[in-house]
């Protein structure tokens, strides 16, 4: 039996001679290449939460949310409150990422989010406690104690409380002289007057006493040495007592006077303390002196204990006088220390503020990892602020000054500051400006944005039109796929703006659109009026046309018209109002102006009427061209990759241009037409026609490719009426 030997490359004329043989080889198929993916779109914007100026992937709703948040944050209940980029050049949203993407499906979805922070906030561990929600059932006298590891224990300050009352005089022994039928009323706290009617035989205090209780149905009356003392119920400050006659001299009759009596002490409601009061008692000199302090997550409604000024503090709280702690749900008689304990996250959207109220929210979330006595937390994060209305108002703020912390981690607590100072919100050149770093970071070769195929801006400024338009043109120029960016008027500009604006961006990668789509945002809605700026109770805005065309343009083949019928735009309400008649001759007007415009057809369809880049040279002025020759081109290069840099062989070079050759047959499709999506290609290699290229390694082939037309005008040719002779089919 000969041996049986196998290779997966061609065997030298030595290995074949060697012995008698049988010799298998086992070549690589060559792998399909069907051609690059066209409907990656890379956004750029502002959004909640994520990496800054690092382009990234999401993979659907649910995936987004995870990296980059959603419609501003939710605070107590509370939806969308705080969200970004509210209101900039006289537009609402503009620059909100979510807002630009709404309603609007890519077969993928690259981010680039923007860095708009206008400085850090530190964020330091700090041991502390967590009690119930508020309000607190206590007593009078009540304390509880705070130990640190600076000192202590502390006690807080006890309880008062006592309830609104009046004590008698003049009457004992009586008797009232009553003969019946007097009355009085009696209002206790905030409950409804009660009208007390006495009988003839109320002559005694006991009586009086005994006639007025069953009337309030507590023991609002007492005899005290004879006299009748009355009181109400609610123990504290928020409590009252009004006594009024209704028929005169009924109270003076049993040594009690008409008026009003509040009751006293450190709490409006025993019964009911609030957590901001719970906070004042517990703020006590004493435990302030040992780095205690407490206060209320506005979330949660929940108090606070932690010890101040330190990463690596310890705290611990104990009944003193009765059982305030144990009765406010915090763990008692149990040491907890900063950077020890569960991991936990900050989330973005944390609401921080000095002392005057400005508000600042986080940028990032932040994640502390699990601490144990081997590996405690980390102390301290610094993490990017913005201003929390984001309107472009906010006043900046000295280093040190950012002290309050408004929303806490669930079971941990860490303190706020500001090392340095927060500038005030960035202007509109300083926004521009920080766009241009995240537009920077989608050309890198290593980065996921090299595959992206068409960009839009979430902001609309002069210089974002001309930072997306010349990102476009390097992208395509720095070996990514070739980048389409899609661009628009102002809302509100007039077509005699856009008309005039247009000349600025001449490139056939540049697609430019007016006017823009109204379209209804459930989530501004859903806040109302109540929402400040952008907010509505309709939920009705305009957003440009640029991300409705993106979206056609990412789900068509690349050689397909964008403005075509389709179902793409169906959670749109229309076009912008702008004043104008949108008829024929506009259309033409903008055509050749070179901007592609909504159009609302017969049927009712929202298409775009023509499919115009801003270039007016013959050859350069269609989408689809722009589109497919790119397609095309980067699929070629593609398919070429596994010839590059190995030997020059014969073989070789045959094999290279059956690939090209194979791409171009799987798009000209002759054997089932309906998939054709080519009219026709021709392909040689050229690189004997340049002598020289071949010992310096370049090899060359040249493709031309005929693409079909679009059916852009379609002509009917009738004759109707009563004389109109048909012929007989042939």
């Not at 705070?146 to 202590?152: N, P, R, S, Y």
Request: hydrophobic share 40%; proline share 4%; net charge negative.
């Amino acid at each position: 039996m000969p041996f049986v030997m196998r290779s997966t490359d061609s065997p030298t004329t030595e290995q074949l001679s060697a012995i008698e043989q049988i010799w298998l080889i086992d070549r690589d198929p060559t792998t399909p290449v069907t051609g690059v993916g066209s409907g990656t779109v890379l956004l750029v914007g502002e959004f909640e939460d994520g990496a800054f100026n690092t382009p990234t992937e999401v993979f659907g709703t649910a995936d987004e949310f995870e990296k980059f948040g959603g419609f501003g944050f939710t605070y107590a209940g509370v939806q969308y409150s705080n969200p970004c980029a509210r209101n900039h050049l006289t537009e609402v949203w503009n620059g909100n990422g979510w807002i630009k993407g709404k309603y609007l499906e890519f077969p993928r979805k690259i981010i680039c989010r923007v860095d708009s922070s206008v400085g850090d906030v530190r964020f330091t561990l700090a041991a502390s406690l967590r009690s119930n929600a508020g309000p607190f059932d206590m007593e009078p006298v009540d304390q509880l104690s705070v130990t640190t590891d600076a000192g202590g224990p502390a006690n807080s300050t006890a309880v008062t409380a006592t309830a609104g009352a009046n004590a008698g005089g003049g009457f004992a022994p009586g008797p009232t002289g009553f003969v019946g039928g007097e009355r009085i009323s009696i209002t206790v706290d905030a409950l409804p007057a009660v009208i007390v009617t006495f009988q003839a035989a109320d002559q005694s205090a006991a009586q009086v006493v005994a006639r007025i209780n069953g009337f309030m149905g507590y023991t609002a009356a007492s005899v005290n040495a004879g006299e009748v003392d009355l009181i109400g119920l609610q123990r504290g400050s928020g409590g009252q007592l009004v006594l009024a006659d209704v028929d005169a001299g009924t109270l003076a009759a049993f040594g009690q006077a008409a008026g009003t009596y509040a009751g006293a002490g450190n709490v409006a409601n025993v019964d009911a303390v609030t957590a901001a009061e719970a906070v004042v008692l517990i703020n006590s000199g004493a435990i302030a002196a040992i780095n205690g302090l407490a206060a209320v997550d506005a979330n949660t409604g929940e108090v606070v204990v932690y010890r101040t000024g330190s990463g690596t503090g310890e705290i611990q709280i104990d009944d003193v006088a009765g059982t305030m702690a144990t009765d406010m749900g915090f763990t008692v008689a149990t040491n907890v220390v900063a950077n020890i304990g569960d991991a936990f996250t900050l989330p973005a959207g944390t609401r921080v503020r000095n002392a005057g109220g400005d508000e600042w929210v986080t940028m990032r979330t932040l994640s502390w990892p699990e601490g144990t006595v081997a590996a405690p937390n980390t102390a301290t994060q610094d993490v990017e602020v913005r201003d929390a209305l984001d309107d472009g108002s906010g006043a900046g703020e000295a280093g040190g000054n950012v002290t309050v912390e408004v929303d806490y981690p669930t079971d941990r607590f860490v303190e706020v500051n500001n090392p340095s100072a927060l500038t005030a919100a960035l202007t509109e050149a300083q926004l521009d400006a920080v766009y241009q770093t995240a537009w920077d970071a989608t050309v890198d070769s290593q980065a996921v944005s090299r595959e992206a195929t068409i960009s839009l801006c979430a902001r609309r400024s002069e210089t974002t039109q001309r930072q997306g338009r010349a990102n476009a043109i390097a992208a395509s120029n720095e070996g990514h796929y070739g980048r389409k960016f899609h661009g628009r008027a102002f809302v509100g500009w007039s077509s005699a703006q856009a008309i005039a604006d247009v000349p600025n961006w001449r490139s056939d990668r540049f697609f430019y659109t007016w006017p823009g789509w109204r379209v209804t945002i459930p989530e501004i809605a859903s806040r109302g009026a109540a929402g400040g700026t952008g907010f509505n109770a309709t939920g009705e805005i305009t957003v440009g046309g640029d991300g409705p065309l993106a979206m056609i343009n990412a789900g068509l083949p690349p050689e397909e018209n964008p403005g075509q019928q389709t179902d793409y735009l169906v959670n749109f309400n229309g076009i912008e109002a702008t004043g104008e008649v949108l008829n024929r001759n506009l259309y033409i007007a903008l055509k050749a102006a070179g901007i592609c415009a909504p159009k609302v057809e017969q049927n009712g369809d929202f298409t775009y009427q023509t499919e115009a880049t801003t270039d007016l040279t013959p050859g350069r002025t269609t989408q689809k061209r722009r589109k497919f020759a790119d397609f095309a081109q980067d699929s070629l290069g593609v398919s070429l990759i596994p010839y590059s840099k190995r030997l020059a062989t014969q073989a070789r070079r045959d094999g290279a241009l059956a690939t090209l050759t194979s791409l171009l047959e799987r798009w000209k499709s002759e054997d089932a037409p309906n998939f054709s999506r080519i009219d026709d290609y021709s392909i040689e290699e050229t690189t004997d026609q340049h002598p020289g290229w071949e010992a310096l390694g370049i090899f060359s082939w040249q493709v031309k490719i005929t693409m079909y037309a679009s059916m852009d005008v379609l002509v009917v040719d009738t004759e109707i009426g009563e004389g109109v002779i048909v012929a007989a089919a042939a």
